[in-house]
């Protein structure tokens, strides 16, 4: 170990000799200080700081990757270049233990940087109200909807199985069947006509959801929606009558103990709105109801999409939920590391770089790349199917575990999720990333005896 931390130290002394590093490090230093005072988002407060949020944490993350591929790639073949390597090799050091060293060392490195620029853009997120001049409103909109961590309470999916099923005896009774579809496609859009009935409201029609086991943490929780219409009104908006509460009043009529949050909103199709209730509405037993009344002023549907319903509740801090985020950075950079390893353990320093670059652009649009193929013709989608596929799954998708989608919205970013992406990122696809580095550089041939 003590002749992995040898190496792991010079490495850390090469990386803060380069000038690329000093270049990021400025960049970081004047950038986030600068974004804090110009983002303005949609001119409230919570949308000033999920934009600063959202700009600091990427380009931190950007960056840093950036760095992580440059400077684990330029330790190696720097010292192959310059033959370095040979006075360290010949020593009673390993070659795996110069590469673990290398690593270690752009690791260290990169816990220190992603510390330091973790901890500015959190400063700067939470003493930012401090020194604007906002209504007291906003105040408590941006701590109740950003400065937090809420968990998701989402509707399941209705199971119309017998509906389905009894609808589609009834069309074969009465011969009605399309002809050209076959009885998969037939129940399948069967299914999803029977799914949307159950989100829609006519006017004067209601909607109910139950949710079992609430437990709220806070004063407040909130109902996140989006819904559709049709016909469209001529200002886009709708009014709602929203209640919350036990599912005995709002179901059947009959008395309860707790209060009942009943009030008329009127909001814009198509985007998300947030309405907040108070907790006190939850009753002993847990089982929340959420219901939703298109009053007969709109004279129009009302259509929620699948997501379209969810209840949001605190159940973390901020500032936990940000160091899980950070640390979720951490994860990719390690990946990035043990990826720089590989490629200089084989590659030339600029085509290293061109390699490493390649697959991260890939692994930060992974998801997209995936979901895209499947939309290629039949033939195409084989070819891809058999190559491409499976070369970008092995990638660790970037886009899917990225914080700034559970930070902006202050969603809770759960120990499990960060465990399940540590689990994949670093000790799967990272090891073995780091496991071929070491069998290539281990016979790699650094210097012929030439007689």
């Known amino acids: 170990m003590r002749r992995i931390w040898a190496v792991?130290?010079?490495?850390?002394?090469?990386?803060?000799?380069?000038?690329?590093?000093?270049?990021?490090?400025?960049?970081?230093f004047v950038l986030l200080p600068a974004l804090g005072i110009t983002t303005t988002g949609?001119?409230?407060l919570k949308g000033r700081l999920q934009t600063f949020v959202s700009y600091g944490l990427s380009l931190t993350s950007f960056l840093l990757c950036l760095l992580t591929i440059i400077v684990s790639i330029y330790s190696v073949t720097s010292d192959i270049d310059q033959r370095q390597v040979y006075t360290v090799i010949t020593k009673p050091i390993r070659r795996y233990q110069f590469l673990l060293g290398k690593l270690l060392g752009v690791v260290v490195l990169d816990v220190i940087f992603l510390a330091l620029?973790?901890?500015?853009?959190?400063?700067?997120?939470?003493?930012?109200?401090?020194?604007?001049?906002?209504?007291e409103t906003e105040l408590i909109e941006a701590h109740n909807q950003f400065l937090t961590a809420r968990a998701a309470l989402t509707v399941p999916v209705a199971d119309v199985t017998q509906q389905v099923k009894a609808k589609y005896e009834e069309l074969k009774k009465l011969d009605r069947l399309p002809p050209d579809y076959t009885q998969e496609q037939i129940i399948a859009e069967l299914t999803k006509q029977a799914q949307l009935a159950q989100r829609a409201a006519g006017v004067g029609e209601h909607l109910v959801w139950e949710f079992d086991n609430v437990r709220p943490l806070a004063e407040s929780m909130f109902v996140r929606f989006k819904y559709d219409v049709y016909p469209n009104p001529p200002d886009s908006q709708v009014y709602g009558r929203w209640l919350a509460g036990d599912y005995q009043y709002i179901k059947y009529g009959k008395q309860v103990k707790t209060p009942i949050y009943d009030?008329?909103?009127?909001?814009?199709?198509?985007?998300?709105?947030?309405?907040?209730?108070?907790?006190?509405?939850?009753?002993?037993?847990?089982?929340?109801?959420?219901?939703?009344?298109?009053?007969?002023?709109?004279?129009?549907?009302?259509?929620?999409?699948?997501d379209g319903l969810e209840v949001l509740y605190k159940a973390d801090s901020f500032a936990a939920n940000y160091t899980r985020a950070a640390l979720m950075i951490l994860c990719r950079l390690i990946f990035l590391a043990c990826l720089g390893i590989l490629a200089s353990s084989f590659l030339s320093f600029p085509v290293a770089v061109l390699?490493?670059?390649?697959?991260f652009f890939t692994a930060s649009f992974s998801g997209f790349v995936i979901e895209s193929f499947d939309y290629l013709s039949a033939s195409v989608g084989a070819v891809y199917s058999y190559t491409l596929k499976w070369a970008i799954r092995l990638l660790p998708q970037f886009d899917k575990y990225n914080p700034t989608l559970f930070m902006v919205p202050a969603r809770l970013l759960s120990w499990s999720v960060l465990a399940e992406c540590a689990l994949i990122m670093v000790c799967i696809k990272a090891f073995l990333v780091l496991i071929l580095g070491l069998l290539i550089f281990g016979y790699r041939e650094l210097a012929r005896i030439i007689v």
Do not use: W
């Open 8 to 28: 792991a130290t010079n490495t850390i002394r090469q990386a803060l000799r380069m000038r690329v590093a000093c270049v990021f490090v400025i960049l970081l």
């Open 42 to 44: 949609d001119e409230t």
């Open 117 to 135: 620029f973790s901890v500015i853009i959190y400063a700067i997120t939470v003493y930012t109200p401090r020194f604007l001049n906002v209504p």
């Open 263 to 306: 009030e008329v909103h009127k909001d814009a199709a198509r985007t998300f709105h947030e309405i907040e209730f108070p907790a006190e509405v939850v009753p002993e037993h847990g089982r929340l109801a959420i219901a939703f009344m298109n009053v007969p002023l709109n004279n129009t549907t009302v259509i929620f999409p699948p």
């Open 355 to 359: 390699f490493c670059l390649v697959l």
